[in-house]
Structure formats: C-alpha cells, structure tokens
C-alpha cells in the first residue's frame, strides 16, 4: 500500500481474496479505517466486495478536528472524499475488560460487531487477531513514514 495514497481498500480486498477460500471467513476486523498514514479504508467497498462483514477498531476516539485539518492541509484535492469515508460510519464504545475500544460496522449490527470483538479479545482490551498481525508486521519490518505532500 502506498504511504498516504488511495490504494489501501483495494489492497486489503486483494490480500483477503489471496488468502483462498472464504467459505469459513465470517468477518473481516480491521485496526482502524486508516492504513499507511492517510489511506482511507472504504468499509462499505471492502464489505460489498468481499461480501463479508467489516469491523474496524480502534483503541480511542479520534480527535476528529485535527484530522480534518492534516487532511486539508496535506491533502487539499482529496481532503473532502477521505474525510467522507472517513465519517460514513459512526465510531461504538465497546467494553472490555479494561477499558472500551471503539468500533465501526459495516454489513452487521452493533451487537454483532461486539461480539466478534469480544469473542476474539483473549485478554486485556484489544482483539487477538488485530494483535497478532501487528506482530507479523513487526516482524516483516514495514517502514512507518509521516505524510507526503500530494
């Protein structure tokens, strides 16, 4: 995915699609709707795409303003679409054990995207497989940049 770019639905589509059959898959979760700086996730792309439930986490609410803002100044041509996929869907408290992490859903209810967040939470607050991915990426070394001028 490109750091910033717009590539990012069509990537984890890709990736998912990629990992063969589907037929046991009941839901994609994601951490959060922004991958590789300001790539914004469309949730209703990847959910109709895929055919699938998605579930993007996050471990707090966003501070919304100063989002807008980074988006307008670094990203004045696209600042008005990925601030649109990024309000599509409003953000659910969800409790755990500790304290809640938030929670946006696409193609289940509240209820449902809580349960498949608190079936996967093994301990502490934040989803299992959510954790262990950011361990495979850890691991693989991505680079982690700022945002790039467009």
Known sequence: MRVDGSDGTRRVVSIVRGLGSLEGVRAV????????????????????????????????????????????????????????????????????????????????TQVDAVRLVTRATVRGFWPEPVRLAHLVASALGSPSRGPTKH
């Open 29 to 108: 979760l994601l951490d959060g709707a922004v991958v590789g700086g300001f790539n914004v996730l469309d949730l209703d792309a990847i959910s109709r795409e895929l055919g699938l439930p998605v579930v993007a986490v996050t471990r707090r609410l966003p501070e919304f303003p100063r989002i807008r803002a980074a988006l307008r100044k670094w990203f004045p041509r696209t600042a008005d679409a990925r601030w649109a996929l990024l309000r599509a869907h409003r953000l659910f408290p969800i409790p755990t054990g500790e304290r809640p992490i938030f929670a946006a859903a696409v193609g289940c």
